[in-house]
């Protein structure tokens, strides 16, 4: 039977969310197509991984070697190359991230395969592939038929897909590693962590989103105290950056970082579509923001309109208040 491949993929020990939005999508896509969902893992010592991924495909591929300890784009190129032209996998779904990014069109390239980049959705129509993506800085989604082939490469934002755990009880099939002699076009140097002070806020699960309407940077410790009382983190959207009152690594939208909390507020952030893209799939949404029309309402569970200099403040207290 042919096969879905999704290219599992893990950092530091760490399976990426990724990974489990597309194999949410991939066994989606499978049901349709009558095709099975393989999940794909490569490095070394990872075989709890794949007992964690074989809850979400019918079968794990794993393929353990010394030489695919850390990411290599040359070195999982030739460990993808040897299943896809042996399995012939009617999709690859790799992720839309610094590793997918690396990989994935060389990969096509390699394989003469069709390749469509930063999906946020895909479908059969028969045997060919249709893929959504966006243009003009997230404005518009436009579907794309992929030229037919018997094999298509994908790459997937992330975010794009809500994650949803199967009941599934896969098997797991290790594979021989083709490699037989150290990558010398790259190699793995170090991995750079966040400098002191750094924050990632794709990790946070409680966010604090501020934008136009926190008017001045005068108002930034009010919103702080907020986001510390709440055992969170200070985002924003792209103005606050220009104006140089937070770092680029706390942008949230198109133009910054996609983030999926389990909490996001969103507080004086009118709700440009540019920052919705970043944050559209966090659990619960709040906004706050003193105008009714504002299109961020669209997107909250809850909103509530009133100046958020009488929010912000009042909620911060109630929370210290319930913490005793």
């Given at each position: 039977?042919?096969?879905?491949?999704v290219?599992?993929?893990?950092?530091?020990?760490?399976?990426?969310?990724?990974?489990?939005?597309?194999?949410?999508k991939?066994?989606?896509?499978?049901?349709?197509t009558?095709?099975?969902?393989?999940?794909?893992?490569?490095?070394?010592?990872?075989k709890?991984?794949?007992?964690t991924?074989?809850?979400?495909?019918?079968?794990?591929?794993?393929?353990?070697?010394?030489?695919?300890?850390?990411?290599?784009?040359?070195?999982?190129q030739?460990?993808?190359?040897?299943?896809?032209?042996?399995?012939?996998?009617?999709?690859?779904?790799?992720?839309?991230?610094?590793?997918?990014?690396?990989?994935?069109?060389?990969?096509a390239?390699?394989?003469?395969?069709?390749?469509?980049?930063?999906?946020?959705?895909?479908?059969?129509e028969?045997?060919?592939?249709?893929?959504?993506?966006?243009?003009?800085?997230?404005?518009?989604?436009?579907?794309a038929?992929?030229?037919?082939?018997?094999?298509?490469i994908?790459?997937?934002?992330?975010?794009?897909?809500?994650?949803?755990?199967?009941?599934i009880s896969?098997e797991?099939?290790?594979?021989?590693?083709?490699?037989?002699?150290?990558?010398t076009e790259?190699?793995?140097?170090?991995?750079?962590?966040?400098?002191?002070?750094?924050?990632?806020i794709?990790?946070?699960?409680?966010?604090?989103?501020?934008?136009?309407?926190?008017?001045?940077?005068?108002?930034?410790p009010?919103?702080?105290?907020l986001?510390?009382?709440?055992?969170?983190?200070?985002?924003?959207?792209?103005?606050?950056?220009?104006?140089?009152?937070?770092?680029?690594?706390?942008?949230?939208?198109?133009?910054?970082k996609t983030?999926?909390?389990?909490?996001?507020?969103?507080?004086?952030?009118?709700?440009?579509?540019?920052?919705?893209?970043?944050?559209?799939?966090?659990?619960?949404?709040?906004?706050?923001?003193?105008?009714?029309?504002?299109?961020?309402?669209?997107?909250?569970?809850?909103?509530?309109?009133?100046d958020?200099?009488?929010?912000?403040?009042?909620?911060?207290?109630?929370?210290?208040?319930?913490k005793?």
């Amino acid at each position: 039977m042919t096969e879905i491949f999704v290219l599992a993929e893990h950092r530091q020990g760490q399976i990426r969310d990724i990974t489990f939005e597309m194999l949410t999508k991939g066994k989606e896509l499978a049901e349709k197509t009558n095709t099975d969902l393989t999940a794909v893992l490569l490095g070394k010592d990872v075989k709890e991984h794949a007992k964690t991924i074989s809850e979400y495909a019918k079968k794990v591929f794993l393929v353990e070697d010394a030489k695919l300890e850390n990411f290599n784009s040359e070195a999982y190129q030739k460990v993808l190359s040897n299943l896809t032209k042996e399995h012939k996998p009617l999709l690859t779904m790799i992720g839309h991230t610094s590793f997918g990014v690396d990989l994935a069109p060389s990969l096509a390239a390699a394989l003469k395969l069709p390749l469509a980049t930063d999906c946020i959705d895909l479908a059969f129509e028969g045997e060919t592939l249709v893929i959504t993506r966006q243009m003009y800085g997230g404005k518009v989604n436009v579907k794309a038929k992929v030229r037919k082939s018997e094999s298509y490469i994908v790459t997937v934002r992330q975010a794009a897909f809500a994650a949803q755990k199967p009941n599934i009880s896969g098997e797991t099939m290790e594979v021989s590693s083709p490699l037989t002699e150290e990558t010398t076009e790259k190699r793995f140097i170090e991995y750079v962590s966040p400098p002191p002070g750094g924050v990632d806020i794709t990790a946070a699960e409680v966010l604090v989103g501020i934008g136009r309407g926190i008017k001045d940077e005068s108002n930034m410790p009010m919103v702080e105290e907020l986001a510390k009382a709440l055992g969170g983190v200070l985002a924003c959207s792209r103005p606050i950056v220009d104006k140089g009152w937070l770092s680029t690594d706390r942008q949230v939208g198109s133009s910054g970082k996609t983030v999926k909390p389990k909490l996001y507020i969103a507080l004086g952030i009118s709700g440009a579509f540019q920052h919705v893209l970043g944050m559209k799939n966090s659990d619960l949404i709040i906004a706050v923001n003193k105008d009714s029309n504002a299109p961020i309402f669209s997107f909250a569970d809850y909103g509530v309109v009133d100046d958020l200099f009488k929010i912000a403040p009042a909620l911060k207290d109630k929370i210290q208040e319930l913490k005793g």
